[in-house]
């Protein structure tokens, strides 16, 4: 990473914040566009954009998905408890190695670990359920199953976010 300092680190300027929700409505968008639509030079995007990339402001480039297109009925969101004495590291191996478990991560709350699973229909739902409660270090699992099927979120969520760029 470049040398700097904390404050540059920490401080975005209305240009940032303008390019990011530009590549936010079109992550394909050229620096040429972008540079255009905000009123700066295709350079300084450029620029602006590597050192933002640098700082993790920016991780990569994504695409969302609608997942009824490749053949999913929807997600799962699986709240898990660990069973006593269990390390949740055997947890996390065991969701590393299912079908369609894309995100799982240790939560604070009433349950240790939050997992989100793509689900094609009822019967791979079951077995999902089943893989579950064969893991042991699973104590107990709740679940909810959600018919949305954008990935990682829906177009409402990214009008809701662009307001707040």
């Known amino acids: 990473m470049s040398a700097y300092n904390q404050k540059e680190l920490n401080h975005m300027d209305e240009v940032d914040l303008n390019i990011i929700k530009e590549l936010k409505k079109n992550a394909e968008k050229s620096f040429l566009k972008i540079a255009k639509k905000i ?91 089943q893989d579950i409660k064969e893991v042991p270090s699973v104590e107990q699992i709740e679940f909810a199953f959600v018919t949305d099927t954008q990935f990682p979120v829906d177009k409402a969520y990214d009008r809701l976010a662009l307001q707040y760029t």
Do not use: C
């Not at 990339?53 to 009824?68: G, Q």
């Not at 989100?116 to 077995?127: C, E, G």
């Open 39 to 129: 009123g700066v030079s295709p350079k300084t995007v450029q620029n602006r954009y590597k050192k933002m990339r640098e700082k993790r402001i920016i991780w990569h480039p994504t695409i969302s998905i609608d997942l009824s297109k490749i053949g999913y009925e929807g997600k799962a969101y699986l709240m898990i408890t660990n069973a006593p004495k269990q390390d949740a590291k055997l947890t996390f191996a065991a969701f590393n190695q299912m079908q369609n478990v894309i995100i799982i991560s240790d939560v604070i709350g009433d349950f240790d670990v939050l997992a989100i699973a793509l689900i094609k229909d009822l019967k791979s739902f079951a077995k999902l359920l």
